[in-house]
């Protein structure tokens, strides 16, 4: 879990759920031995001001692309898309091939729930919480897009990222946690052999 | 309150339920809450990490010195700091001033502060806060206080500690007060429960809540009197979510270090080399107040019923 700031303890109830075991993550060293990471919803602005005083950015970005599979809801979301439409710089993660647009559903009097249905995961459809949530602007070819909502992909993934622009550690739905998990059990498996430390069992 | 969200078949937007009300107070964890005067105010505490930022006229300890009504801010000074920032931005309504609060709801404030800090509307009453789509902020003294305000709909709490003194010694008390409350509950028989609902002039479904889940049924921040990068580490400690800092900003002497430091150190609360890091080099913290001599009729944090 990256801890920074954000919604870090409502993760790690539906990662405990899905049978993961979790850390948080402050500092470049917390990352070690780490086989997934989550990063939450909370601002953005203060992940990339507190997360890149400690180089943290550029080292979660060296093991994703090494292959660590990474779950961003939110700002997590907006953290690992490669830009960001219509707003002034500001540091980010990086790496997938999205541009998302920040607050783009506009102010809190906004935001909302709905149903939305994510084919991937079959029915029924999960129940979406949009808090000044953002949208996926543009995807690049290597994106799968997961989810929509009134015409704007909502939810994508690629070979190790999964973002949704929803909250779904607010409600009781633990699938996309469990693609999460699932990925992370597979690329642990594939890198480690029996007896190493996994983050998910 | 719940974990659980049932899904309703259809794609259709509900706005202003209680899971997107407490919800943003949630994503606001682990940050730092910051008064603000101006649009450049606003811009110093994003760019050192604040989370979000509080849109009044006066800081605390200005509408200390000046006496007289404090009320909600002017519209066009909110508009300014929401127009230069991308974080949520809060305001204050006075306690009981239900058209103040439609006001900000008008303007699509983030959160609106129900605030002992402005001079209460309603000495007996606060705002309904069910019947509005944007969420509410409201300060606690004590455990049933903090019940009582949720069950008018208060999506956050905050701990009033007393604001504008640059003292941090009410934040302690309110705090440790709440968390005590809790752990009374927690520890309390069935029978006993209907006794402290009581006394506590609480709601029993929500005592019984905080019994059965060892915690209140919202975020619960800290307030009041928060000056030094130590002072937020030491609410993290005690059990706050986050903090919020009025006065101790921006009447420092160097608010943007200062703005800066107390992020890191509410981050990093239990990790004392990076407080000590943070907090070096940061010139005078604002002055402070002993409580004592403000008097009871000085005191901000008896505001609220």
């Excluded at chain 2, 259709?12 to 005067?37: N, P, S, Y």
């Excluded at chain 2, 699509?108 to 800090?117: K, L, R």
Aim: proline fraction near 5%.
């Amino acid at each position: 879990m990256l801890a920074v700031q954000g919604a870090v303890s409502e993760h790690e109830a539906a990662l405990a759920d899905v049978g993961a075991r979790t850390r948080r993550v402050r500092a470049p060293g917390d990352l070690d031995g780490l086989d997934g990471l989550v990063i939450p919803g909370g601002e953005s602005t203060t992940f990339g001001l507190v997360a890149g005083e400690s180089g943290l950015l550029p080292a979660v970005r060296g093991r994703i692309d090494a292959g660590m599979p990474v779950l961003g809801t939110c700002a997590g979301m907006i953290m690992l898309a490669d830009g960001i439409a219509g707003g002034g710089p500001q540091p980010l993660v990086g790496g997938m091939d999205i541009v998302v647009r920040r607050n783009a559903f506009g102010r809190q009097v906004h935001s909302f729930e709905a149903d939305v249905e994510v084919p991937a995961l079959g029915a029924p459809p999960m129940r979406g919480i949009f808090i000044r949530a953002p949208w996926i602007e543009a995807a690049g070819p290597s994106i799968e897009v997961l989810a929509e909502h009134g015409g704007h992909p909502v939810a994508a993934r690629d070979a190790t990222r999964i973002v949704a622009a929803f909250h779904p550690e607010l409600t009781g739905d633990r699938r996309l946690h469990r693609m999460f998990v699932e990925r992370v059990r597979a690329s642990a498996g594939a890198q480690h052999k029996e007896g190493s430390v996994v983050g998910a069992q | 309150m719940s974990d659980e969200v049932a899904t309703n078949g259809t794609q259709e937007r509900a706005t202003g339920t209680e899971t997107v009300k407490a919800g943003l107070a949630r994503m606001l964890k682990g940050g730092v809450i910051m008064d603000v005067v101006d649009a450049d105010q606003a811009r110093i505490a994003e760019d050192a990490g604040a989370c979000a930022v509080m849109a009044l006229e006066r800081i605390p300890a200005e509408i200390r010195k000046a006496g007289g009504v404090a009320r909600m801010s002017d519209p066009e000074m909110i508009v300014g700091i929401q127009e230069a920032v991308s974080i949520p931005v809060m305001a204050k309504c006075r306690i009981g001033h239900h058209a103040e609060a439609q006001v900000l709801q008008a303007l699509e404030i983030d959160y609106i502060d129900e605030s002992e800090v402005l001079t209460p509307a309603d000495e007996a009453s606060h705002v309904d806060k069910r019947a509005f789509t944007v969420p509410f902020v409201c300060g606690a003294t004590d455990l049933g206080e903090a019940l009582r305000r949720i069950v008018e709909g208060a999506a956050m709490i905050r701990t009033k500690g007393e604001a504008g003194t640059g003292n941090v010694v009410e934040a302690v008390r309110h705090m440790k007060t709440i968390t005590q409350g809790i752990r009374r509950v927690v520890s309390a028989t069935a029978e006993e429960r209907f006794a402290i609902a009581k006394e506590m002039a609480a709601p029993l479904d929500l005592v019984e809540w905080v019994g059965a889940n060892g915690r209140l049924p919202v975020v619960n921040f800290s307030a009041g009197g928060i000056a030094t990068p130590a002072d937020a580490a030491l609410m993290m400690y005690l059990g706050a979510e986050g903090v919020f800092v009025g006065s101790g900003i921006f009447l420092s002497e160097d608010p943007p270090a200062r703005a800066r430091a107390i992020v890191e150190a509410t981050t990093h609360w239990d990790d004392p080399a990076v407080v000590a890091r943070v907090s070096r080099g940061l010139r005078e913290a604002m002055p402070g107040i002993e409580i004592g001599d403000l008097g009871d009729s000085g005191l901000l944090q008896t505001r609220g019923w």
